[in-house]
């Protein structure tokens, strides 16, 4: 109930004068039910008793009128409660959606992608449900009930024993009610968080599951999940199953009372029989204000869970944000520094990385090579700041990135992820999530350097091509390289690359415009796996030459970051840095035995494949022996190493 009383006058104090403008109406509607009786016993006593049809016509035309005036404050009171009770529902999910934008990936962690959903969808319905009912409900329950018990002793107090009775027992009721459902409510909500992440998960991984054939499997996890939220709504709905009936009961019971105890003081003539239907709709309106009661502990229960699940979100800090006294950097080169840098994951028992040292120059491209679970999807997310580093610095243009705005962090970084996602809407629309003023010059430009451009030049509607949600009408290469594309339109300082290097492979320096272009900016960071080892250790700056030698002695250093040592286990993590030079070696020793090969192969179809004899000559295998010594020993060096 906390995080309800918080969270309502937060967001409605911008409406005050709608909620007072609604319970302005509902109190002049709710006194104005309070009066009819009274009227109606005034042309029972004075009128049918009396047989004077003209009284009857006067009264029960004013009697007609009040309840036409009460039907119109109705609908305005309702048509205005409704209004703020969606402003309100607005306001709340633009606020939860504005503080999640600003939460960093250990508080998305923490709530979970399927919690946060729901969150800005069922619980900030709920609670906007239950607003309206109380702007509608809250307001005229208290003054009917308490209207109806005064005017109900005044009618004739005799009978008001009745009221002793009747009402501690309703309450009684209405709490036990409440008891039973609140914690179940909260219950509810947790389990449909967990029915919203298995839908989730089944949905994105659908491919997956087929893959792997485990349809049954996952429709019965579902089944499961569903079940369990079946349940608990069962029990909650037993529970006002059980209390609603009794509640009828009680006010039958007491309808029986008050016409037999009633019917008896008419006969003695110690009460009007007028007083007796008032008396009698005076308890109606006032079960029937017990009756609002018992829906708003309907809503009361789960509007405070969600309220409590919404009142989380909001009152959490995001871990990241821009420091007091942020720092300019003086240049935009795109340098990045990495000093003694540290990291573990919270509630990890031993850091991903230790004392990581490294730098990254404009101009050139250094390939974060390494096994599974080698740290280097963390290391490319602490140089954008997605964490935070827990000992050393992320020198970003020469300022850490702590002292930075994050906004000055991320305009200076192109970010490729390892999960190309598009938005719905165009291939133009998504390309401009860069640059919203690329030129239409601008946008082919970047696809022809990602290689989307014929593609993209197929499609009948070309860069106005629809796009559905998460690119699935795109294969998984082409969404691959508009996601390269709409990073290429940016035109960052720093380019950052996750596992998507086998796609920039296969573009060659002589395709690739260097005026202007992307390629001829900043550093580039690519991340690539161990599989890829030796293609990226001559590093990116191969792609440019048809000549792998040369391409490799030209190369900018490639850094490797080794399974066995990163931090997971324990032990430190280095940065190793191969040299060109040595590369370049090795690389010319294999085109040279390869170029042996290839000769001793033309020579041989030039003879017809025979030799002067006009037999086959056998293979020379002494190439093939020097290259398997030459693995061995490469092998021993590494593990010397």
């Not at 004899?613 to 295998?621: A, E, H, L, V, Y």
Request: net charge positive.
């Amino acid at each position: 109930m906390r995080g309800l009383f918080r969270l309502l006058p937060t967001f409605l104090s911008p409406y005050q004068p709608q909620v007072l403008l609604v319970v302005t109406l509902l109190l002049i509607q709710s006194i104005a039910n309070l009066y009819l009786p009274n009227l109606n016993a005034d042309i029972i006593n004075n009128g049918v008793v009396k047989g004077d049809i003209g009284y009857i016509w006067r009264i029960g035309g004013l009697m007609l009128a009040l309840a036409a005036g009460v039907g119109v404050l109705a609908v305005v009171a309702v048509y205005f409660a409704s209004r703020t009770s969606m402003s309100f529902g607005r306001d709340v999910r633009g606020a939860v959606f504005a503080r999640v934008q600003q939460f960093s990936a250990q508080e998305m962690n923490r709530f979970g992608t399927a919690s946060l959903i729901t969150r800005n969808t069922n619980d900030v319905q709920q609670v906007q449900m239950f607003l309206q009912t109380a702007l509608t409900m809250l307001v005229t329950a208290p003054i009917m009930g308490v209207g109806g018990v005064i005017l109900a002793v005044q009618e004739d107090a005799t009978l008001s024993w009745i009221l002793v009775v009747i009402v501690p027992l309703v309450a009684a009721v209405i709490g036990t009610l409440m008891f039973f459902a609140v914690p179940l409510f909260q219950v509810m909500q947790v389990k449909i968080d967990k029915i919203n992440q298995v839908l989730r998960e089944q949905i994105t991984g659908v491919r997956v599951i087929r893959a792997f054939n485990r349809t049954p499997d996952e429709r019965e996890r579902f089944e499961v999940a569903n079940l369990d939220l079946t349940t608990t709504g069962l029990r909650v709905n037993r529970i006002f199953a059980a209390g609603l009936p009794v509640l009828l009961l009680i006010m039958n019971l007491s309808s029986v009372a008050i016409v037999w105890f009633g019917g008896h003081l008419i006969g003695s003539g110690s009460m009007p029989v007028g007083n007796l239907f008032a008396f009698l709709s005076y308890i109606m309106q006032i079960f029937w204000a017990m009756m609002l009661a018992v829906m708003m502990v309907i809503f009361v229960p789960r509007a405070a869970a969600s309220a409590s699940r919404l009142e989380q979100v909001l009152a959490t800090q995001p871990s990241l944000g821009d420091p007091a006294e942020p720092i300019e950097p003086i240049t935009t080169s795109g340098t990045i520094d990495f000093q003694a840098v540290s990291f573990g994951y919270p509630g990890g028992e031993k850091p991903v990385l230790c004392d990581l040292s490294f730098d990254v120059r404009p101009g050139l491209t250094t390939a974060i090579i390494g096994g599974t679970g080698s740290g280097k999807t963390t290391l490319l997310n602490l140089i954008p700041r997605f964490f935070d580093a827990t000992h050393g610095a992320v020198l970003l243009n020469g300022v850490d990135v702590r002292r930075q705005r994050l906004e000055t962090v991320w305009a200076s970084i192109g970010l490729v992820p390892q999960q190309a996602y598009l938005f719905r809407g165009t291939i133009a629309d998504n390309l401009r999530f860069g640059s919203a003023e690329a030129s239409e010059a601008d946008l082919w430009h970047a696809l022809d350097i990602a290689q989307a451009r014929d593609f993209v030049a197929a499609l009948p509607e070309q860069l106005n091509a629809p796009v559905d949600q998460g690119g699935t009408n795109f294969s998984g290469g082409q969404k691959q390289r508009l996601a390269i594309a709409r990073a290429l339109v940016k035109r960052p300082a720093i380019s950052i690359a996750r596992s998507c290097s086998r796609s920039w492979a296969k573009r060659r320096p002589h395709d690739e415009p260097r005026s202007g272009s992307w390629p001829a900016a900043g550093p580039r960071i690519r991340r690539r796996p161990r599989r890829d080892r030796r293609h990226a250790a001559a590093t990116e700056d191969e792609e440019r030459s048809p000549d792998r030698g040369a391409a490799a002695r030209q190369a900018a250093p490639g850094a490797r970051l080794d399974h066995d040592q990163r931090g997971s286990r324990g032990r430190q993590c280095r940065l190793h840095r191969d040299r060109a030079k040595d590369r370049g070696q090795r690389d010319q020793r294999h085109l040279r035995w390869d170029h042996r090969q290839t000769a001793a192969r033309r020579s041989d179809k030039g003879a017809g494949g025979r030799g002067a004899s006009g037999s086959r000559p056998k293979p020379d295998r002494r190439p093939r022996v020097r290259l398997e010594r030459l693995a061995r020993a490469r092998h021993r060096l590494h593990q010397a190493r």
